[in-house]
């Protein structure tokens, strides 16, 4: 069964310093990958994909994420994390054992960026 | 609207009450998702639509749950005889393609059910 695990419930970073938020998965297949960030009382909003090719995938707001098929992770960074960064952030798979398209969600990461 | 709405925001029912939730897709997106999200969880699988055709409900908890989307556009989620657990916020997303595997969803902000 596919899974996606998310190992920090709550990420704390100085403003300006670079951020990593992290995820692991299990899938029997080729893994599609999916970040989404949750502002509060705001729907989830896509930042990036991974479905084949380069390993660094970039995305919304200056975020990327690096995919690592040996570890079976596919971690969200950014360079200099900014206060309006704070959020909580889902990492998520396709389930392809499900109908085309349904996502497997971990249970989210809470960033808090401090000035 | 350009994104996906929902409707109510909020939901306040009495436990054995029915509920139902509104979904307004983005104009022309042929995949619709329900998704639960309980407090403090990630977002959990309910349902899928192509177009009219419910292809996947697998997800729903039981058979009080029921959706529809019966011209292929907005959709409903109706809960009847409501119970607390089934306190939560009700996300629903939608796709462009009906190939989605690959195709990132579009969340609305989710409706906001309390069951007291």
């Known amino acids: 069964a596919q899974s996606v695990a998310q190992p920090e419930d709550q990420v704390n970073v100085a403003e300006g310093n670079p951020l990593t938020v992290k995820c692991t998965y299990s899938v029997s297949g080729n893994p599609y990958l999916f970040w989404y960030v949750q502002y509060p009382n705001r729907g989830l909003q896509f930042l990036l994909k991974y479905i084949t090719g380069d390993n660094l995938v970039k995305g919304s707001y200056g975020f990327e994420a690096e995919f690592n098929k040996s570890q079976t992770s596919f971690h969200l960074k950014k360079p200099s994390a900014l206060v309006s960064d704070s959020a909580l952030y889902f990492c998520a798979v396709r389930d392809h054992g499900g109908s085309q398209g349904n996502l497997i969600f971990g249970k989210g990461t809470k960033l808090s960026v401090k000035p | 609207g350009a994104g996906v709405s929902q409707s109510p925001r909020y939901k306040v029912a009495k436990r054995g009450q029915d509920v139902a939730l509104r979904c307004d897709p983005i104009?022309?997106?042929?995949?619709l998702f329900w998704y639960q999200q309980a407090l403090g969880q990630g977002p959990e699988f309910l349902t899928y639509f192509q177009n009219e055709a419910q292809l996947d409900k697998s997800g729903l908890p039981s058979d009080r749950f029921f959706a529809e989307r019966p011209e292929g556009s907005v959709s409903t989620l109706k809960i009847q005889r409501t119970q607390q657990e089934d306190s939560a916020v009700y996300l629903c997303?939608?796709?462009?393609?009906?190939?989605?595997?690959?195709?990132?969803?579009?969340f609305g902000q989710g409706t906001r059910l309390t069951v007291v």
């Open positions: 997303a939608s796709s462009l393609s009906n190939r989605g595997a690959t195709t990132e969803a579009f």
């Open positions: 104009s022309g997106h042929v995949s």
